[in-house]
């Protein structure tokens, strides 16, 4: 029975030296975390400008040889996507914190202002390098492979007027202009779809000299012809 006492008292003391054990790791672990000021801005990095980073990400994805041409060029389509939906959200987000005079900044201390003004510098970083790598795979490496993107400039008077028939015959019946004029409101556009601002000769069936005008193009249409 001594024995037995001896050893259960042995067992309570480990126990409880395990036990001041833990307690004292976790109150250093404790005044460690204490000692950590989370309030630092140096300690964040701003979400918006960190999708800007992933979208960069996307972009060099583009710029790997040894990915295939044609998944080279869809990355280029991809980091173009994810451009739209970022301004379409997360800037007009940031635009109407401006014009309700938001005072609020982020956990990174920048202000929605400042980082408005950061995202267009690094957006325009951003497109201009596509574009680079886009006349890149364009000019170079597809034309290696036999296909040709011809400009409007290279264009013979076989292809103009083979694309003259092609936009009477396929685009005009399907296509409407809407003026733009102080006669008329801004009109509704579609949400992502794609629409392009034109200039208009002649007269509207009015007698009125034409103007602007927006044009949305449909999305059954495809957008390399």
Same mark, same amino acid.
């Given at each position: 029975?001594e024995?037995?006492?001896?050893k259960?008292?042995?067992?309570?003391?480990?126990?409880?030296?395990?036990?001041?054990?833990?307690?004292?790791s976790?109150?250093? @672990?404790? +005044?460690?975390?204490s000692l950590?000021?989370?309030?630092?801005p &140096?300690?964040?990095l $701003?979400?918006?400008? /960190?999708?800007?980073?992933f979208? #960069?990400?996307?972009?060099?994805?583009a710029?790997?040889e $040894?990915?295939p041409?044609?998944?080279?060029?869809?990355?280029?389509?991809?980091?173009? @996507?994810?451009?739209?939906?970022f301004?379409e =959200?997360?800037?007009?987000g940031?635009?109407?914190?401006?014009?309700? *005079?938001?005072?609020?900044?982020e956990p990174?201390?920048? /202000?929605p202002?400042?980082?408005?003004?950061?995202i267009?510098?690094?957006?325009?970083?951003l497109?201009? +390098?596509q574009?680079q790598l886009? $006349?890149l795979?364009?000019?170079?490496?597809l034309a290696? +492979?036999? =296909?040709?993107?011809?400009?409007?400039? &290279? #264009? $013979?008077?076989?292809m103009?007027? #083979?694309?003259?028939d092609y936009? &009477?015959n &396929?685009?005009?019946?399907i =296509?409407?202009?809407l003026a733009?004029?102080?006669a008329?409101?801004?009109?509704?556009?579609l949400?992502?779809?794609?629409?392009?601002i034109?200039?208009?000769k002649?007269?509207?069936?009015? *007698?009125?000299n034409? *103007?602007?005008?927006?044009?949305?193009?449909p999305r059954?249409?495809?957008?390399?012809?």
């Amino acid at each position: 029975m001594e024995m037995k006492l001896k050893k259960l008292r042995v067992m309570g003391t480990i126990k409880s030296n395990n036990k001041s054990n833990k307690k004292s790791s976790k109150n250093k @672990t404790a +005044e460690k975390t204490s000692l950590i000021d989370f309030k630092k801005p &140096e300690y964040y990095l $701003n979400r918006q400008l /960190s999708l800007l980073e992933f979208n #960069w990400r996307v972009l060099q994805q583009a710029r790997d040889e $040894n990915i295939p041409l044609l998944e080279r060029l869809r990355f280029l389509c991809i980091f173009s @996507t994810n451009m739209d939906e970022f301004f379409e =959200i997360r800037v007009s987000g940031l635009q109407q914190k401006v014009e309700l *005079g938001a005072l609020h900044n982020e956990p990174d201390n920048t /202000s929605p202002k400042q980082i408005l003004k950061l995202i267009s510098q690094r957006s325009h970083d951003l497109v201009d +390098e596509q574009y680079q790598l886009l $006349n890149l795979i364009l000019d170079e490496h597809l034309a290696a +492979e036999s =296909i040709h993107f011809v400009r409007r400039t &290279e #264009w $013979n008077s076989c292809m103009d007027n #083979w694309l003259r028939d092609y936009f &009477e015959n &396929e685009l005009l019946p399907i =296509i409407s202009p809407l003026a733009l004029d102080p006669a008329h409101p801004f009109p509704r556009i579609l949400n992502k779809s794609l629409h392009f601002i034109v200039s208009l000769k002649g007269k509207d069936a009015f *007698g009125r000299n034409s *103007g602007l005008a927006i044009v949305q193009i449909p999305r059954a249409l495809p957008r390399i012809i």
